[in-house]
């Protein structure tokens, strides 16, 4: 089996066949996709979504690029959903969250500032309920680690890792795995793909954060879990190792960063 620790399945771009969607990934061998929310909008359909495809799981979190129109109610509101979907056995983590100084509305300095108090708020949830997280880091790993540092959740997963290798063995040892996804299988991403090379392969998951980061083969068209078996071959040629053996352990890696997964 394949597991997709993340991607937007309840993305526009999908439309209404988001449920076709899961079903060819499972075709394929994708076992399970982790869908994280990125506001309180759109928190019901995540859940939704994971409740109708058996394939699925969900992520509530509020995700930096939504941070600018957030209030402090949201934050309220996601406690409580969250505190709501313990019981839920498709609930896995709390996602999407992070920083991204990559956009330059979000640099400003206010923005910069309200982006880490509520990256901050959302670390708190996560280590009060005992919950991973799915954290964005664009461009701005040291000041997302210094958070975690500071306030350490249950581990989680750093998506679309794209650090340096110093950075990477902080959040490994702070017990978080890197995903890596469709930007690894160009062969001038030549930093991502030594990473991918060379990082101790139990710190790896697999994601294809679709409908974003299309893989080689498809860009600039619309990524989809489906393409997880083939991004996961490209990790394997990487490493020198066989398919079955990434399969093998990115999917115990994911197991090992969202515990309640294996609940399903």
Known sequence: MWIDTHCHLDAH???AESPDVA??????????????????GNFDTVRQLAASAPNASYALGIHPIYVPNATEDDL???????????ADPNFVAIGEIG????????????????????FREQ?????????????????????VLKHVRQIRPAGGIAHAFNGSFQQAQVYIDLGFKLGFGGAMTFTRALQIRRLAATLP?????LETDAPDISPAWIH??????????????????????????????TCANALAALPRLPLL
Do not use: W, Y
Not at 76 to 86: F, K, P, Q, T, V
Not at 201 to 205: D, G, N
């Open 123 to 143: 670390l708190r949830i996560a280590r009060d309920l005992g919950l991973p997280v799915l954290m964005h880091v664009r461009r701005s790993q040291d000041q």
């Open 13 to 15: 771009e999908f439309g």
């Open 76 to 86: 309220l509101a996601l406690r409580a959903a969250m505190e709501g979907a313990m």
């Open 201 to 205: 392969l139990e710190s790896i998951v």
């Open 23 to 40: 079903r060819r990934a499972g075709e394929a061998g994708v076992s399970m996709i982790v869908i994280p929310a990125v506001e309180r």
């Open 220 to 249: 600039p068209g619309r990524n989809s879990p489906e393409q997880l078996p083939a991004i996961g071959a490209v990790l394997a040629e990487l490493r020198g190792l066989t398919v079955d053996e990434v399969r093998t352990a």
């Open 99 to 118: 920083l991204d100084f990559f956009i330059p509305m979000l640099c400003e300095p206010a923005m910069r500032e309200k982006q880490d108090h509520f």
